[in-house]
């Protein structure tokens, strides 16, 4: 039986949290059935402020366990310049997780985390050299036959439309994740959702990572043709293929649903292609 990720990103608990949308995630949540659900960053409006994340915290309390998280640039305090500066990860570690890199697999895949916020900056991201060499070294104490996954809040690659710059050392990050065959990289921050592989952005990839981005799950902040809308991801992991499928809340429905769907096949598989269901086509002839 495949595994199955439940994807959210971009919660931003605080005043552009909206808790209808919140309270229908929860719903579609338990009706997946995840078998993990990943959190990818910037889980309240503003890290100075309790309440966001005790908002926050409740929530990932109800949702299908177990969770996996990074923290976002939303999660270093704002208004705190001396927490800000010296303890940017207070917060998150208190009402998250102590953990800010984490680790967690099965039979089928290994998913790990990176933290992609640094202090000096309000909305952008990096991945230094030290930790990309740190991740390949994660990710080759398991076997390739398990499905890489890496999860971070900064966008890697720069999707159609977008305005906001890739993390710093992107062009080192994909080539470390081509390396390490990771198969997967799961992230957010832009509140648009996008899929692609990363053999776009640079064709000297072996074989390239699939970039899957989330748009914003329960905030009002959704971007471009995003614009005021909620989305999230659903992955399943089987032996051959990867199957990504984009929710989307649709107001004429008053719920999420399904508006779109990726397949990717698995590099496990040997060869690099995805398994087509044998068909046998029957040829009417025209009528004399």
């Given at each position: 039986?495949?595994?199955?990720?439940l994807h959210l990103s971009d919660?931003?608990?605080?005043?552009?949290?909206?808790?209808?949308?919140?309270?229908?995630?929860?719903?579609?949540?338990?009706?997946?059935?995840?078998?993990?659900?990943?959190?990818?960053?910037?889980?309240?409006?503003?890290?100075?402020?309790?309440?966001?994340?005790?908002?926050?915290?409740?929530?990932?309390?109800?949702?299908?366990?177990?969770?996996?998280?990074?923290?976002?640039?939303?999660?270093?305090?704002?208004y705190n310049a001396l927490y800000?500066?010296?303890?940017?990860?207070?917060?998150?570690?208190?009402?998250?997780?102590?953990?800010?890199?984490?680790?967690?697999?099965?039979?089928?895949?290994?998913?790990?985390?990176?933290?992609?916020?640094?202090?000096?900056?309000?909305?952008?991201?990096?991945?230094?050299?030290?930790?990309?060499?740190?991740?390949?070294?994660?990710?080759?104490?398991?076997?390739?036959?398990?499905?890489?996954?890496?999860?971070?809040?900064?966008?890697?690659?720069?999707?159609?439309?977008?305005?906001?710059?890739?993390?710093q050392n992107a062009a080192a990050?994909?080539?470390?994740?081509?390396?390490?065959?990771?198969?997967?990289?799961?992230?957010?921050?832009?509140?648009?959702?996008?899929?692609?592989?990363?053999?776009?952005?640079?064709?000297?990839?072996?074989?390239?990572?699939?970039?899957?981005?989330?748009?914003?799950?329960?905030?009002?902040?959704?971007?471009?043709?995003?614009?005021?809308?909620?989305?999230?991801?659903?992955?399943?992991?089987?032996?051959?293929?990867?199957?990504?499928?984009?929710?989307?809340?649709?107001?004429?429905?008053?719920?999420?649903?399904?508006?779109?769907?990726?397949?990717?096949?698995?590099?496990?598989?040997?060869?690099?292609?995805?398994?087509?269901?044998?068909?046998?086509?029957?040829?009417?002839?025209?009528?004399?």
């Amino acid at each position: 039986m495949a595994s199955r990720i439940l994807h959210l990103s971009d919660l931003h608990a605080g005043p552009p949290f909206n808790p209808e949308k919140a309270k229908q995630i929860l719903e579609a949540a338990w009706q997946i059935k995840p078998t993990l659900t990943v959190l990818s960053g910037d889980f309240v409006q503003r890290a100075d402020i309790k309440s966001q994340w005790l908002t926050v915290r409740d929530f990932i309390a109800q949702l299908p366990q177990p969770t996996i998280a990074v923290m976002g640039n939303h999660d270093v305090p704002l208004y705190n310049a001396l927490y800000r500066m010296l303890r940017p990860n207070y917060y998150y570690k208190k009402y998250i997780s102590p953990i800010l890199e984490p680790v967690w697999g099965n039979e089928d895949f290994v998913a790990v985390g990176v933290n992609t916020t640094r202090s000096f900056t309000v909305d952008g991201g990096k991945l230094t050299d030290q930790q990309l060499l740190q991740l390949d070294r994660t990710l080759a104490r398991y076997p390739d036959s398990l499905c890489k996954i890496v999860i971070m809040h900064h966008h890697p690659v720069m999707p159609p439309g977008e305005t906001r710059d890739v993390i710093q050392n992107a062009a080192a990050a994909l080539k470390t994740f081509d390396r390490s065959n990771v198969e997967l990289v799961l992230c957010g921050h832009t509140h648009a959702s996008y899929i692609g592989n990363t053999l776009e952005f640079d064709p000297d990839l072996r074989q390239g990572t699939v970039i899957v981005q989330a748009g914003t799950a329960t905030s009002r902040r959704g971007r471009r043709w995003y614009r005021g809308k909620n989305a999230f991801n659903v992955l399943e992991i089987e032996q051959m293929r990867t199957v990504i499928t984009q929710y989307l809340y649709l107001e004429d429905a008053a719920r999420f649903l399904p508006v779109s769907q990726h397949q990717f096949p698995r590099r496990s598989a040997g060869v690099y292609a995805l398994p087509l269901n044998e068909a046998v086509l029957e040829i009417v002839e025209p009528n004399a």
